[in-house]
C-alpha cells in the first residue's frame, strides 16, 4: 500500500459525458502528479501541484483540468469525454526531503472507459 | 509527449534465468528511477538512483546509473514468477519535485 488513495477505481461513461477523478496523497507530501495510462502504454504526464498550485503540465487536453485543494487531495476534471479518453488515471505524491529526492509514489489508478 | 527509449519492449524467459534491461535518453537525466507494474496495480518503486555511476542493489535487483547520465540499466537476477509484470525505467532532469518521464516499459514474462 502505497499510502496514495484514488477513487473510483473504475469508471463507465458516455462520450460528451464529464467525469472528476479523486485523489488523496500521501500523509505529508505536498505534491501530487497526475499521469495518464493507455492501454499497453507508457505512463503520459499530465499535471502536478505543489501546496496547492499548478507545478507543471504536460500534454494535458484543455477539456481536462485539475485543482489542488487547501487539505491537500486534488481531483482531476475530465470532460466532453471521448472514446480516446478511456484509460488509468495514476495519481502519485511526493515528499519534497531535504536534497529534492522526491521519489513518486502511486495510487492504484481510476480506469476511465468512454463507451 | 516525451518519454524515455527503453529495451527490450518485452522478454520471454525461463524461470532462474537473469534479466537485463536499459534505458536511453538523448538528455541528461539527474535522477533515475525503476518501477515494476503489475496488472490493474500502480507503479511501484524498486531502485532510486541519484549519481552518476552509482550501482544500487535491492534483493535480486540491480540497478546503474549510467555515467553519461543518459542512460541506466536494469538486472534481475535468478527470476522467479512474481517478477512478471512491465518494468518502466523514469528519470528527473532537475531536482526536487520535478516531474518524471517514463520509459516505455518491458514487458517480462516467465516460461514456466
Known amino acids: 500500500d502505497s499510502g496514495v488513495t484514488q477513487t473510483p477505481k473504475h469508471l463507465i461513461t458516455a462520450t460528451g459525458q464529464r467525469v472528476t477523478l479523486r485523489c488523496s496523497p500521501r500523509?505529508?507530501?505536498?505534491?501530487v502528479y497526475w499521469y495518464q495510462q493507455s492501454l499497453d502504454q507508457g505512463l503520459q504526464f499530465l499535471i502536478q501541484?505543489?501546496?496547492?498550485?499548478?507545478?507543471a503540465k504536460g500534454n494535458i487536453l484543455e477539456r481536462f483540468s485539475a485543482q489542488q485543494f487547501p487539505d491537500l487531495h486534488s481531483e482531476l476534471n475530465l470532460s466532453s469525454l471521448e472514446l480516446g479518453d478511456s484509460a488509468l488515471y495514476f495519481c502519485?505524491?511526493?515528499?519534497?526531503?531535504?536534497?529534492?529526492?522526491?521519489?513518486?509514489?502511486f495510487g492504484e489508478g481510476s480506469r476511465l472507459t468512454v463507451l | 509527449g516525451q518519454q524515455l527509449n527503453q529495451s527490450p519492449q518485452s522478454m520471454f524467459i525461463q524461470e532462474g534465468e537473469d534479466v537485463s534491461m536499459n534505458c536511453t535518453s538523448s538528455?541528461?537525466?539527474?535522477?533515475w528511477l525503476w518501477y515494476k507494474q503489475e496488472p490493474g496495480e500502480g507503479p511501484v518503486l524498486l531502485i532510486a538512483?541519484?549519481?552518476?555511476?552509482e550501482l544500487t542493489s535491492n534483493g535480486r535487483l540491480t540497478a546503474q546509473f549510467g555515467i553519461t547520465r543518459k542512460d541506466s540499466f536494469l538486472n534481475i537476477s535468478a527470476s522467479i514468477p512474481s517478477d512478471v509484470g512491465i518494468y518502466f525505467c523514469?528519470?528527473?532532469?532537475?531536482?526536487?519535485?520535478?516531474?518524471?518521464?517514463f520509459g516505455t516499459g518491458t514487458r517480462l514474462t516467465i516460461i514456466p
Open positions: 502519485a505524491s511526493s515528499t519534497p526531503l531535504a536534497g529534492g529526492t522526491g521519489e513518486l509514489f
Open positions: 500523509s505529508g507530501d505536498l505534491s
Open positions: 501541484y505543489y501546496n496547492g498550485e499548478e507545478r
Open positions: 538528455s541528461i537525466f539527474n535522477t
Open positions: 538512483l541519484y549519481k552518476a555511476g
Open positions: 523514469a528519470g528527473r532532469r532537475g531536482f526536487g519535485n520535478e516531474k518524471l518521464t
